[in-house]
Structure formats: C-alpha cells, structure tokens
C-alpha cells in the first residue's frame, strides 16, 4: 500500500509543477507542492517557511497542497489576508475560446496572473467554468521583507 502511495506522488506530472526559483524580485513556487513539501525544501527561503509554518499552518493541513488551497481560498480567511500582506500574485492556465478564420472555434489554455484578490473573488462555479488550474504561486520579495513575524 505505502508504494503505491509514493508512486502516485512521485509521477511525472506533479514533478514539473514542483520548483523553486527566484529572481531579483519575487520568488516562484511550483503550485503542486504540499506546505510539508515546501517546508521540507531546503532552496525555501527561511522567512517564508517561518511565516508558512507560524501563521497558514494554522488554518490548513500540511498535507495540503499549494494548487487547493488557493483554488479554494475565500476572501476574509486568515491565510487570505496572510497571503495578501506577503503581495502573493499566483500564475494559472485558464481555458479560453479562439476563433478560426474558417469561424471555427477551438479550446486552448493561455497564461494568465492574477492578484490574490482577483482570484479569490471568483466564486468556485465561475472557476470551474473557466477551466481555471493553478500552475505558480509568485511570493514578492519586498511582501517579505516587509512582513513582521
């Protein structure tokens, strides 16, 4: 039984949307990482753990990953209003409808950023209406700076 677990979170797909990287101004998370992962991850920046562990842990499952959380999150939470003082944006694919000079019309995903609060104010049917999937959780690094734990 605990192979097949950790061969189910080990598959291929879930390994490209676990990253870590980061540039002069904002740090980039893969949104497939659970918190315990994230915590775990020795690249994470300390601060952010610190603020992951003493104030989001509060509220949500370690286990939980990073991708649910924000698909779910509802304005007024404290991990909303925690993730709104850090200036978290979060990186999705959203399915849209294009046009063919034919008149055709096809389905594709296209890129898209979203401020914590945009997203937030999309209730969950509109969400999934849109085909929305969370890809990247972009953590500006002036939010942590300036965040007091």
């Not at 677990?5 to 740090?27: N, S």
Request: charged content about 30%; glycine content about 4%.
């Amino acid at each position: 039984m605990e192979k097949i677990e950790k061969e189910i979170e080990t598959m291929p797909q879930d390994k490209d949307f676990k990253y870590l990287l980061q540039d002069a101004g904002a740090i980039y998370v893969g949104a497939r990482y659970s918190y315990a992962e994230l915590l775990e991850e020795e690249m994470a920046a300390f601060k952010l753990k610190t603020i992951l562990s003493r104030y989001i842990l509060q509220d949500v499952d370690a286990s939980t990953t990073l991708e649910s959380h924000f698909y779910y999150m509802e304005e007024g939470s404290f991990s909303y209003q925690t993730f709104r003082e850090l200036k978290v944006r979060i990186r999705v694919s959203a399915l849209e409808e294009k046009k063919s000079l034919a008149g055709k019309t096809k389905s594709r995903y296209k890129d898209k950023i979203y401020t914590l609060k945009e997203l937030a104010g999309l209730n969950l049917a509109r969400k999934k209406q849109a085909g929305i999937i969370i890809r990247e959780i972009i953590f500006s690094k002036l939010g942590l700076m300036t965040f007091t734990v």
